[in-house]
């Protein structure tokens, strides 16, 4: 199996705050009250605090709304000719044409990221899940922020419920929050120049991608 984080390892820019442009657009103002709002929010509390925070931005967004709004977002994005990071996609594409399976790892909810998997050939998607009341709304909530070290638990359930040892299994990423997950399986790969994962490349011998 061969894990991905997305935002600046797979996807170039920053899935979850390209969406929002998006989903708010053209409302500029909101937009920027939104991401210092979350900015203070992280700067306090942390990262996985931050997530939270940004979904409740949605609450009250009927899930099938947000879905149809994430598939037009990525639609899209993908046009864009710097919407990729190059050599995580061909690394990507070998691993499918090694008939690995491929796992996208993400902050970043379903809306945004099943269209992602459904064009990479993503056979699995661990993400930030949101909760939906009776009434198809979402609440605002999430049933785990997958942020940090709940990815590599996250990893560690799937390859549980598979019986796939993670000494074979292949992880992406580009920042010190996704260090977890790279180091709970045999190959890790670094994406761009993090230093701190610069500094455990360095150290262990991984290799590193181009962002």
Do not use: Q
Not at 24 to 49: H, N, S, T, Y
Not at 106 to 130: H, I, K, Y
């Amino acid at each position: 199996m061969a894990f991905f984080d997305v935002d600046e390892t797979l996807l170039a820019g920053k899935s979850m705050i390209e969406f929002l442009r998006y989903w708010l657009d053209p409302d500029d103002a909101a937009f920027r009250d939104a991401l210092a709002e979350l900015g203070a929010v992280a700067e306090r509390e942390g990262r996985a605090a931050a997530n939270r925070a940004y979904y409740r931005l949605f609450a009250g967004v009927p899930s099938a709304a947000l879905a149809e709004a994430g598939g037009r977002w990525y639609a899209r994005h993908r046009r864009r000719p710097d919407a990729f990071v190059s050599s995580t996609v061909a690394a990507l594409a070998g691993h499918r044409a090694a008939g690995d399976l491929v796992v996208l790892v993400s902050g970043s909810c379903r809306a945004v990221l099943d269209p992602l998997a459904a064009d990479v050939g993503g056979d699995e998607v661990l993400c930030t899940e949101l909760v939906a009341g009776a009434d198809g709304r979402l609440t605002g909530e999430v049933a785990r922020s997958m942020i940090g070290p709940a990815k590599s638990e996250a990893a560690a359930e799937l390859l549980r419920s598979l019986g796939v040892s993670p000494a074979v299994c292949f992880a992406y990423g580009d920042h010190s929050s996704d260090l977890d997950l790279l180091t709970a399986v045999g190959s890790p790969r670094v994406v761009g120049g993090d230093p701190v994962l610069a500094s455990w490349a360095a150290r262990h011998g991984w290799p590193v991608l181009p962002a």
